[in-house]
C-alpha cells in the first residue's frame, strides 16, 4: 500500500533549528510536496522536489532522497509565527497526493 | 486572501439537515478539489472536477453530493450525515488536474454533525 510516515509532534525554540522528516511509500513517484497550515487556517504551498537534493527557499529548505524515499523540512532562525502544521504529501504514479497526518511544530521561547 | 473562498467558515447541522457548502476561486484555475481534514490523520480526497468535469470519487458516500457549474465554483451538499462526517471540509484548486500543481486551498468549513 501507499504510505507517508512524519512524526505527530515537535517542539523547538525561537531562534533554533529544525528538521521535519517525512517517508514514503508509493506506486511510483512524481514529487514531493510540503505544506504549512496554521490552526483554523489553509494550507499553503511551501516547496516541491521531484530530483534528489536540497532546495533552499529563504528559511526554509526542502530535501530529497528518492532512492531511500525519505524527505525533510528545514527551518531556520525559527520565529514564534512558525509555530503550525507541515504536511508532507507525495505524488504518485497516477498524480494522485498520499498525505501524511501532518507535524505539529510548537515553538517555544 | 487566498483567493480561494469558502462559505460557511461553520456550520452546525442535524442528521435530518440538508445544507450546502460553497466554494469559490479567483485564480482562473481549471481543476477544483474537496478534502475531509480529520483530526490527526491525512486529508482524504473526496472529490476532484476538471473544466467542470468529475474525474475522481474516491467512494465517497452517496450522502455527500458535489456540484461544480462552472470553473469557478464548487458546491458540496450534504444530507442525512452522521456524526463521524464532522471534519473540517477543504476546498482546493489548481492550473491543471494532475503533474507538478500544488493546490490552492481555502480556509475550510468547520462542520459539525449533532
Known amino acids: 500500500g501507499q504510505n507517508i510516515d512524519q512524526p505527530t509532534e515537535m517542539t523547538a525554540t525561537e531562534g533554533a533549528i529544525v528538521q521535519i522528516n517525512c517517508t514514503y511509500q508509493?506506486?511510483?513517484?512524481?514529487?514531493l510536496f510540503w505544506y504549512q497550515q496554521h490552526a483554523g487556517e489553509a494550507p499553503t504551498f511551501l516547496s516541491y522536489n521531484v530530483l534528489d537534493g536540497l532546495e533552499e527557499k529563504g528559511r526554509f529548505s526542502s530535501f530529497l532522497s528518492r532512492s531511500k524515499g525519505y524527505s525533510y523540512l528545514l527551518l531556520k532562525e525559527l520565529q514564534m509565527k512558525d509555530s503550525a502544521s507541515y504536511l508532507c504529501a507525495a505524488s504518485d504514479s497516477n498524480y494522485q497526493l498520499i498525505w501524511g497526518a501532518g507535524t505539529k511544530l510548537i515553538i517555544k521561547p | 486572501e487566498t483567493g480561494v473562498t469558502q462559505t460557511p467558515r461553520h456550520l452546525v447541522m442535524g442528521m435530518t439537515n440538508k445544507k450546502s457548502l460553497k466554494c469559490e476561486q479567483h485564480?482562473?484555475?481549471?481543476?477544483m478539489y474537496w478534502y475531509k481534514q480529520s483530526a490527526k490523520k491525512p486529508l482524504e480526497l473526496m472529490f476532484v472536477?476538471?473544466?467542470?468535469?468529475?474525474?475522481e470519487n474516491n467512494s465517497v458516500p452517496s450522502r455527500f453530493s458535489p456540484e461544480c457549474p462552472n470553473s469557478s465554483h464548487l458546491f458540496l451538499h450534504l444530507h442525512t450525515l452522521q456524526p463521524e462526517d464532522s471534519a473540517l471540509y477543504l476546498c482546493?484548486?489548481?492550473?491543471?488536474?494532475?503533474?507538478?500543481?500544488?493546490?490552492?486551498f481555502g480556509n475550510g468549513t468547520r462542520l459539525t454533525v449533532t
Open positions: 485564480l482562473g484555475h481549471n481543476a
Open positions: 482546493a484548486s489548481s492550473p491543471q488536474g494532475g503533474e507538478y500543481s500544488p493546490l490552492h
Open positions: 472536477y476538471s473544466l467542470e468535469e468529475r474525474v
Open positions: 508509493t506506486s511510483g513517484f512524481n514529487g
